[in-house]
């Protein structure tokens, strides 16, 4: 089994910055994704941004330029970086670490945006 813990997330002015943090334990094989996703009230879940094994980054329009995505593989740990903070960022982030067959979430952390 895989486990995710998040962290990093809390109260914010809009135009602060946040630093979250994912951290995962368990079976970590070498071929997987890690990615953070976001679900705010009354909306679905969305992509935020992933970050493959090697590096290769993928972002939601709505947070390019303002997030960035990085992985220390060492450590099976991904990060998002916020910065330039809206309100509209509130919601709660979600860790996710893909494999071909399976995908395992993190029990989210909330983010809140205040304007």
């Known amino acids: 089994q895989v486990q995710l813990v998040e962290s990093g997330g809390g109260l914010v002015q809009a135009g602060g910055s946040l630093r979250l943090s994912c951290v995962a334990s368990?079976?970590?094989?070498?071929?997987?994704?890690m990615g953070w996703y976001r679900q705010a009230p009354g909306k679905q879940r969305e992509l935020v941004a992933t970050?493959?094994?090697?590096?290769?980054?993928n972002y939601a329009d709505s947070v390019k330029g303002r997030f960035t995505i990085s992985r220390e593989n060492a450590k099976n740990t991904v990060y998002l970086q916020m910065n330039s903070l809206k309100p509209e960022d509130t919601a709660v982030y979600y860790c996710?670490?893909?494999?071909?067959?399976?995908?395992?979430w993190g029990q989210g952390t909330q983010v809140t945006v205040s304007s």
């Open positions: 996710k670490l893909s494999y071909p067959a399976r995908d395992f």
């Open positions: 368990g079976y970590i094989f070498s071929f997987n994704v």
């Open positions: 970050i493959s094994k090697g590096g290769s980054t």
